[in-house]
T-cell receptor, first 112, second 115 residues
Framework: KNQVEQSPQSLIILEGKNCTLQ??????????LRWYKQDTGRGPVSLTI?????NTKSNGRYTATLDADTKQSSLHITASQLSDSASYIC???????????FGKGTTLSVSS | DAGVIQSPRHEVTEMGQEVTLRCKPI?????LFWYRQTMMRGLELLIY????????DSGMPEDRFSAKMPNASFSTLKIQPSEPRDSAVYFC?????????????FGPGTRLTVL
């Protein structure tokens, strides 16, 4: 069964600290993987997308990595800010068909 | 552009009533998606359209759910009759890409509560 599992489910960190969110998937064959940020009460906003051949991609303080062999992706947030408090959702696209498989997200809380 | 517009933002209704959610996609976007989000199940893709044509409705939970896109600037998601388990946030998203995995722009969502 095609699945996307995210960990941890929730995370609390102090402002200024770094953190890493994990996304493991069993989707096969794989096309691409996207990370979304969803602020409370709003729709998700895309942070980055990674294809099979990409290992690392950065978007400001956000860096996503992908290991297609182990089917793992991570989202690293550097020097966290209060505005990083949100849910982060991993979405995997199957190579064939039209399926988008969503993880349940990691809820990040950044405190001062 | 104003982004994806959804209405209403909040809807409270009683079980058995008909509910209609509305979406206006970003102008020029060829794809339109309807999602449902709950704490238990996260985000689920219900149905998506390409150039106003439904492409995949395999995520629609039951026959009580239906979606239409009569033109490029308007779509509806209807639930009839509604049930308490339909309570969720419903998102509409649109994208201009050639593939469903292209960047989707989400609306603010409609929070539906069925009593």
């Amino acid at each position: 069964k095609n699945q996307v599992e995210q960990s941890p489910q929730s995370l609390i960190i102090l402002e200024g600290k770094n953190c890493t969110l994990q996304c493991n998937y069993t989707v096969s064959p794989f096309s691409n993987l996207r990370w979304y940020k969803q602020d409370t009460g709003r729709g998700p906003v895309s942070l980055t997308i990674m294809t099979f051949s990409e290992n690392t991609k950065s978007n400001g303080r956000y860096t996503a990595t992908l290991d297609a062999d182990t089917k793992q992706s991570s989202l690293h947030i550097t020097a966290s800010q209060l505005s990083d408090s949100a849910s982060y959702i991993c979405v995997v696209r199957k190579l064939q068909g039209t399926a988008l498989i969503f993880g349940k997200g990691t809820t990040l809380s950044v405190s001062s | 552009d104003a982004g994806v517009i959804q209405s209403p933002r909040h809807e409270v209704t009683e079980m058995g009533q008909e509910v209609t959610l509305r979406c206006k996609p970003i102008s020029g976007h060829d794809y339109l998606f309807w999602y449902r989000q709950t704490m238990m199940r996260g985000l689920e893709l219900l149905i998506y359209f390409n150039n106003n044509v439904p492409i995949d409705d395999s995520g629609m939970p039951e026959d009580r759910f239906s979606a239409k896109m009569p033109n490029a600037s308007f779509s509806t998601l209807k639930i009839q009759p509604s049930e308490p388990r339909d309570s969720a946030v419903y998102f509409c998203a649109s994208s201009e890409g050639r593939d469903i995995s292209d960047t989707q722009y989400f609306g603010p969502g409609t929070r539906l509560t069925v009593l």
